[in-house]
């Protein structure tokens, strides 16, 4: 997958963590504590598949919205893409690996060759991308990886693209156990 195939989606995603560290800042600002690291991450999400809804390069796949997922039909070259985050490819990655799948049976996959996978990292100075051809297994239509990612294109974060303030951390657990205090009903007791 070229860099000039992604760029697009690439400057899409930056302008979304631009939008996402404003809401949270704002959020912040009204509420005295951050948003929460999931409600960033869905936020991002939701202002990405906004702007490549509008854009009529791109066809949002409706299936997968509600869920968070952001999958799209490049108009041009007629092919599928889902996006997923680096933390949750791996995560992924692991449970097939750790055999958690293997107490299911899981049905012969169906190959679809227009589905690509693009696992992207955003992180404090760049956002890479890199792809791998996918499968959907299933009634579910779940996404299996096949083969090995491709490197598929780095884009600096510059000054501009985030504001004067670092993205959010997207390796940063949300600590629940804070929001209640001693031994009220829903704290952590560990």
């Known amino acids: 997958m070229s860099h000039e195939t992604l760029d697009p989606v690439a400057k899409y995603l930056l302008s979304s963590a631009h939008d996402t560290k404003e809401f949270s800042l704002e959020f912040k600002l009204k509420h005295d504590m951050p948003p929460t690291v999931m409600s960033q991450r869905h936020y991002l999400r ?3 598949q906004a ?6 390069a791109y ?3 409706a299936r997968r919205v509600e869920f968070g997922r952001i999958e799209f039909t490049d108009r041009d070259l007629n092919m599928r893409f889902l996006l997923k985050s680096s933390a949750a490819f791996a995560i992924e ?3 097939e690996m750790g055999g958690q799948l293997a107490f299911f049976p899981v049905p012969a996959p169906s190959l679809v060759a227009d589905l690509q996978i693009i696992v992207f990292d955003l992180g404090r100075t760049e956002l890479t991308f890199a792809t791998a051809p996918a499968m959907e297994v299933g009634s579910k239509k779940q996404v299996r990886v096949v083969g090995q990612l491709v490197h598929a294109g780095r884009w600096p974060i510059e000054e501009a693209d985030i504001g004067e303030t670092t993205l959010f951390d ?3 657990r949300d600590r629940f156990d804070e929001l209640g205090g001693e ?3 829903g704290s952590d007791d560990r």
């Open 46 to 48: 939701s202002v990405l």
């Open 170 to 172: 997207q390796d940063v």
């Open 51 to 56: 702007k490549l809804a509008r854009d009529d």
């Open 59 to 61: 066809e949002l796949s």
């Open 93 to 95: 990655q692991q449970m």
């Open 183 to 185: 031994n009220e009903e």
